[in-house]
């Protein structure tokens, strides 16, 4: 792979939600509208309840699918009783990526405060694909994305982004 070309992902999008559909999915729709003007595929749009099992069951899906290079979830990473996407993303990780997580909650100090320590955003890679979990909000969505998940899935990333080591994470 050179480097120095922009290299379009297959990215699934995963919204987490007991209230969100198609229709009033901003954060999904966020991060489609993103991914997609940054060059990037829509690998696959799904919806889930938050429910451990099912969001294991899709994710368990896209992950054993060598298409999908890139999971992004939004919901489900609250305190509340049923926010639960990192306990059913936890256990399918191969490698959690600590940093994601830490950097998400610093960016994120800067625009909503100490309100950040409720995010549980986190990610990780799971056979070869990396997956990334942000909150529910759309502007938790826009600033994962844009101050975040653009530069480091875009090969021109300068000194080292996530897409040049795709080649190598089965190894």
Known sequence: MNATEFLSLNIA??????????????????????????????AEKAIVPDD?????????????DSSVQIVLTTGGTGITGRDSTPEAVQPLLDKVIEGFGELFRQLS???????TLQSRALAGLANGTFIFCLPGSTGACRTGWDRILQAQLDARTKPCNFIELLPRLRE
């Open 13 to 42: 999008v995963l919204t987490v939600s007991d209230t969100r559909t198609e229709g009033n999915d901003a954060s999904g729709r966020t991060l489609i509208e993103r991914l997609t003007a940054a060059g990037h595929q829509l």
């Open 52 to 64: 451990v099992y099912q969001i294991r069951a899709i994710l368990s899906r896209w992950i054993a």
């Open 109 to 115: 100090w800067e625009e909503i405060g100490t309100s």
